[in-house]
């Protein structure tokens, strides 16, 4: 990114006294053993084997808004080139820099809440295998809840090891998602009558009381059928990883951790203002947000019914993922692969 956008992605991020205090340095090191603990603990607590040793670092919530940026740009690559055959290089640039500005100010957003991510893709575009840990956030929340930093390290890292449980040790995971990702890009070409839908679709929504754009955001509404279907497996499999890795986060957390329960509380009540909410909503990002409650219920329904084994079935293929719909309502699933 350049100065202006580092300027500006810092202004919409905000910052934090301690982040830039000898706290962050041995905040690094306090990571980078209990990443490697708990990620010994995981495997074995949700019945998966993998090897290696992750890597982690912290970063600040700059840095967390540029390595994605980044990733983004490699992801979107094939798009880019599809634009550039369209409509040529000078106005295809221009058109990625918008997009690029506005992804880039969602991110500085969400730069404030993130605590970490594990990241399948890194910035330079290889294969990645790390945890990234946005240090301030985690040093304000411990501070302004009076968290003990110990246990609340060790729970967060718990949420990120989940992740890597799931595509280190389900074979078929990671390229399944990245296979996801790369049809939703090739879909996006140009869709004749498109105008005609959209505005079609925003009278029904009118007349009919509904809401002109849902938490799928502007993409939602504009983009064409093949692109929602699509969207509708990426949505189905996040709730699924998300709300599997927040039950293990508890799960597995509540042994070692005194404070589990209270900490699992207070951060599931954080809420975002009115206009950061509004702004996510139609950037589509709400729909990311959503993941956490609706996969949570799944994962939890599907427990209840038939046990910790009935809901690994999920991990056996592609074909025994829930769809969208089965996420909302997990007799469905049960009934179909259970």
């Known amino acids: 990114m350049t100065s202006v956008e580092d300027r500006l992605v810092a ?10 205090t000898y706290h962050i340095e041995a905040l690094t090191a306090d990571m980078a053993g209990i990443t490697e603990r708990v990620a010994s603990i995981v495997p074995e607590a949700i019945g998966l084997e993998l090897g290696g040793r992750p890597e982690s670092g912290v970063v600040s919530r700059t840095e967390w808004v540029n390595r994605n940026v980044a990733v983004f740009g490699h992801l979107l690559e094939p798009a880019r080139r599809q634009m550039e055959e369209r409509v040529g290089p000078g106005s295809a640039g221009r058109l990625r820099l918008l997009m690029q500005s506005e992804m880039t100010v969602v991110l500085a957003l969400l730069s404030r809440r993130v605590l970490g991510q ?3 893709v890194l910035p330079g575009g290889e294969r990645g295998d790390m945890v990234a840990y946005v240090g301030a956030n985690i040093l304000q929340l411990e501070r302004r809840h009076q968290f003990r930093p110990s246990e609340f390290r060790f729970w967060v890292a718990l949420h990120e090891m989940t992740h890597r449980a799931q595509f280190q040790g389900v074979a078929w995971l990671r390229d399944y998602f990245m296979g996801l990702v790369a049809e939703l890009v090739e879909q996006s070409k140009p869709e004749p009558g ?20 849902d938490e799928r955001g502007v993409f939602g509404l504009f983009a064409s059928p093949e692109q929602n279907a699509v969207v509708d497996r990426v949505q189905a499999l996040m709730s699924l990883l998300e709300g599997h890795g927040h039950v293990v986060m508890d799960r597995v957390g509540a042994p070692h951790l005194m404070s589990q329960e209270r900490m699992s509380r207070i951060l599931k009540g954080r809420r975002f203002d009115r206009r950061t909410a509004a702004l996510l909503r139609v950037t589509g990002l709400e729909m ?3 993941q956490y409650r609706k996969g949570e219920r799944f994962v939890l329904e599907v427990e ?7 809901l690994n079935l999920a991990f056996r293929g592609a074909e025994s993922l829930p769809s969208l719909d089965e996420i909302s309502e997990p007799d469905r699933w049960l009934k179909r692969v259970a």
Request: aromatic content about 6%; glycine content about 12%; hydrophobic content about 35%.
């Open 11 to 20: 202004r919409i991020a905000g910052s934090y006294p301690l982040a830039d």
């Open 118 to 120: 594990y990241e399948l």
């Open 194 to 213: 498109r105008l005609s839908r959209v505005l079609g679709e925003i009278s029904e929504r009118r007349s009919t009381g509904r809401p002109l754009v």
């Open 288 to 290: 990311k947000l959503s």
């Open 304 to 310: 209840r019914a038939g046990g910790w084994d009935t």
